[in-house]
């Protein structure tokens, strides 16, 4: 199984600044096809998890610019640009290269 | 608009079994993957259950495997998980989520076990 390990954040964060999580894989997410299978989502208190980034760097519509997707094939950051009330929740990266299909365990952010 | 809308949770108790049905719109069911998620009390994400387009293949965990069934009816526009013998440790919310290029997840429904 691919195992994926996120990093945890020096919370709380201050608004306005920016925050970095971390996510690896146990394997490399990078198909043939070019694409990584990738995912971040965002959990807010009560609601179901939210789409903010797949193919490990495409945002999904709606979703702010301040939030923006790298990495290489097991190594992954997702990067939120001056921090607001509305980002707090747990952020969960997710592959679906294979199965079974597995998550990390998630980061908490909370805000100053 | 892509909705998925979970239903059929509740409390039940152990061995019992409880289907689950997620009826889907704003996009064409037939070609997509549908997958359930499920996520116990104040706990993180974890897959349950995989079915393709045309519902010829499924995947499952060693978790769940041999007790649940994924199934979904192109015709309704609406996916099943058929989960039987429960156990207490499968109490959580159940989503649903369908993958395109990206995934669209419904709003969850939640299923209890316990005497």
């Known amino acids: 199984d691919i195992v994926m390990t996120q990093g945890a954040l020096p919370n709380p964060v201050p608004s306005g600044e920016s925050a970095s999580i971390t996510c690896q894989s146990s394997?490399?997410?990078?198909?043939?096809?070019?694409?990584?299978?990738l995912n971040w989502y965002l959990q807010r208190p009560g609601q179901s998890p939210q789409l903010l980034i797949y193919?490990?760097?495409t945002r999904a519509s709606g979703v702010s610019d301040r939030f923006s997707g790298s990495g290489s094939g097991t190594d992954f950051t997702l990067k939120i640009s001056s921090v607001e009330a509305e980002d707090v929740g747990v952020y969960y990266c997710?592959?679906?290269?294979?199965?079974?299909?597995?998550f990390g365990s998630g980061t908490k952010l909370e805000i100053k | 608009e892509v909705q998925l809308v979970e239903s059929g949770g509740g409390l039940v108790q152990p061995g019992s079994p409880l289907k689950l049905s997620c009826a889907a719109s704003?996009?064409?069911?037939?070609?997509?993957?549908l997958n359930w998620i499920r996520q116990a009390p104040g706990k993180g994400l974890e897959w349950v259950a995989s079915?393709?387009?045309?519902?010829?293949?499924?995947y499952y965990p060693d978790t769940v495997k041999g007790r649940f069934v994924v199934s979904k009816d192109n015709a309704k526009n609406t996916g099943y998980l058929q989960m039987n013998n429960l156990r207490s440790e499968d109490t959580a919310m159940y989503y649903c989520?369908?993958?395109?290029?990206?995934?669209?997840w419904g709003q969850g429904v939640m299923v209890t076990v316990s005497s």
């Open positions: 989520a369908r993958r395109a290029a990206r995934w669209d």
């Open positions: 704003g996009f064409t069911f037939s070609s997509n993957w």
């Open positions: 079915i393709n387009p045309d519902g010829s293949s499924t």
């Open positions: 394997k490399s997410l990078l198909h043939s096809n070019g694409k990584t299978y």
């Open positions: 193919w490990m760097s």
């Open positions: 997710q592959q679906f290269l294979e199965y079974p299909l597995t």
